[in-house]
């Protein structure tokens, strides 16, 4: 068995709009317990391939902080696409090594951090031009587009950037999708 990095998610109007992994500030006894609880979750279930687990954190009784299990996905999930290109092994590739009872590959991440920020849809004014203008202005940006249909709220597409600093990562990540919707006022 092998488990990401914990990661937070941004939810905006119930879609997730950003992936920071690792979860920034989580502390490290918190996140072993949520790989804890995600691994007996697994291995209670009997699960071959990609485990999703979403879970919350809350505050403890005690001034402390707990988590509570509110998904599970048997299946590659969203919040897990940064590792297309921030980890060492995709949840995509992990999936089918599991499934076809191939050795699994490692889990860690490229770089300290890394920022996937969902493309959500309304419009794409001219995906060619904006690619053009993102590999000019965020070299650092991966974009995965779908080919899905555009409507509005739905997911398009994602743009991964990882590097050292969380804020420098983020804002480039944010910038690429702007320039991808042609809402950047720099974008050709």
């Not at 072993?32 to 609880?37: E, G, K, P, R």
Request: charged fraction near 25%; hydrophobic fraction near 45%.
């Amino acid at each position: 068995m092998r488990a990401w990095p914990v990661v937070e998610t941004i939810q905006r109007d119930g879609v997730c709009a950003e992936v920071l992994a690792p979860a920034p500030g989580l502390d490290p006894d918190l996140a072993a317990a949520a790989v804890d609880v995600a691994t007996r979750i697994a291995e209670g279930l009997d699960v071959t391939g990609v485990l999703a687990v979403e879970m919350f954190e809350y505050p403890a009784d005690d001034g402390g902080t707990r988590i509570a299990v509110n998904e599970l996905a048997m299946r590659p999930h969203n919040s897990g696409h940064w590792t297309i290109d921030g980890a060492a092994t995709s949840q995509f590739e992990q999936h089918l090594r599991a499934v076809l009872d191939l050795p699994l590959g490692p889990t860690e991440p490229r770089a300290p951090v890394s920022v996937m920020v969902n493309l959500l849809g309304s419009a794409l004014p001219d995906p060619g031009a904006a690619l053009g203008e993102v590999l000019a202005r965020c070299p650092g940006a991966r974009v995965e587009l779908y080919g899905k249909e555009v409507r509005p709220g739905r997911k398009l597409g994602h743009v991964t950037v990882y590097g050292e600093d969380l804020e420098s990562v983020r804002a480039e990540a944010r910038t690429a999708v702007a320039i991808l919707r042609g809402e950047d006022e720099h974008a050709g």
